[in-house]
């Protein structure tokens, strides 16, 4: 592709972020450096999808598309390992999650039992049964 400024040079798509949105350019480093008063980093690595930089990711913290994952995974890889605590999504665990419900369910039923309150006591009673029936593969 060539520049869209001058159109004889071989150019590079850039995107950038402005206070009004995104928005891409392709052109030669001469007339980028002309246009914006820098250098393009021509040894950062580039998005092939949508030409964010690995400057402009570690400036913003945003990516650009889903091709930055690729672009990028190398050096996303600890970010991810941190907040995430693993690489791979494992899902949610339903069986575990009406698990501990039922614990907490039945906390509440003994202090209900203590309180001598029937009416919560035959609430939650109903919801441990509803949950009871979940867990051996029953419907709702």
Do not use: W
């Amino acid at each position: 592709m060539l520049c869209t400024q001058c159109g004889k040079n071989q150019a590079r798509t850039y995107v950038l972020r402005t206070a009004e949105g995104e928005r891409s350019v392709s052109l030669c480093p001469d007339c980028y450096r002309a246009r914006y008063g820098r250098e393009p980093s021509d040894g950062d690595k580039v998005c092939p999808v949508c030409g964010l930089t690995l400057a402009e990711f570690r400036k913003t913290g945003l990516l650009g598309c889903a091709g930055c994952y690729s672009a990028f995974r190398e050096e996303l890889i600890p970010t991810v390992k941190v907040v995430q605590g693993r690489l791979r999504h494992t899902g949610k665990d339903p069986v575990r999650a009406l698990a501990d419900e039922r614990e907490e369910l039945e906390e509440e039923l003994s202090v209900a039992q203590k309180m001598g309150d029937r009416f919560m006591e035959q609430r939650i009673r109903y919801r441990l049964s509803v949950i009871d029936r979940l867990m051996s593969g029953g419907e709702e």
